[in-house]
């Protein structure tokens, strides 16, 4: 990781380079196209997110977004608070159901000044119950002002038909929760047909382990999903 200090009038501001999440997996081919729907959180409807279910509002300063105009605030009140997505992942069965796809996950997050509240990102994957499989996340995160990508790569387990991204945040500190969220991103992989099954497994040192699961997101966990459009 390699990060970067410009100076701005009086402002100094941090840029923290990192390698793009799906760097090493060559024997996989990526969807360009991000899974998520208003990664940005630039569309509302109705004084409310488009195509996300949450308990969040839009926030556009201190700090700015990290690209566009809005990102996501958690909460304006409640100490845990969830944003979730469901998508529809019935176009890539046959690949998924020969363990073929895997998911690149995370995005962007920061924080009130140095208020540790924290947040991360989950994946819930369900069959065509839809029932719930099995689930994942990236690791408990709070910045200090900056702009921070988090990111996770693993397998979709086979029979998936739906996935439920997540991000969780927690307060720590204060009133608001202060766990920000901003181009949210899930990109599949599928892998390459040409590749011999014993040569396109998941090379161990490019396995992220799973990490442990935390409390405060039990009941995200065992909720249904709703399959209505947004």
Not at 50 to 57: H, T
Not at 58 to 77: C, E, F, H, I, Q
Not at 100 to 127: C, E, P
Request: with cysteine; hydrophobic share 30%.
């Amino acid at each position: 990781m390699k990060s970067i200090y410009i100076l701005i009038g009086s402002f100094i501001s941090l840029i923290i380079l990192t390698g793009c999440s799906t760097k090493g997996y060559s024997n996989y081919t990526w969807d360009k196209e991000n899974m998520l729907k208003n990664p940005g959180f630039e569309i509302i409807k109705n004084n409310k997110i488009a195509y996300w279910e949450s308990e969040g509002v839009v926030r556009s300063t201190d700090p700015r977004a990290n690209s566009g105009k809005y990102y996501l605030m958690s909460s304006t009140n409640k100490e845990k608070a969830i944003t979730s997505q469901v998508i529809d992942v019935n176009a890539y069965q046959e690949n998924i159901d020969k363990g073929n796809v895997i998911a690149s996950f995370g995005g962007f997050q920061s924080g009130w000044k140095k208020q540790k509240d924290y947040g991360y990102s989950v994946l819930v994957f369900y069959d065509d119950k839809p029932s719930k499989i099995s689930h994942t996340s990236t690791q408990p995160f709070y910045s200090n002002h900056w702009w921070t990508k988090r990111a996770n790569v693993v397998a979709v387990p086979e029979e998936t038909r739906f996935i439920k991204y997540g991000f969780m945040g927690i307060r720590k500190e204060g009133t608001n929760n202060d766990a920000y969220l901003d181009d949210a991103f899930l990109y599949l992989g599928q892998k390459k047909v040409n590749i011999k099954n014993d040569e396109a497994t998941l090379k161990s040192k490019e396995k992220v382990k799973e990490e442990s699961y935390f409390d405060e997101a039990l009941d995200f966990l065992s909720e249904k999903i709703s399959l209505k459009n947004k």
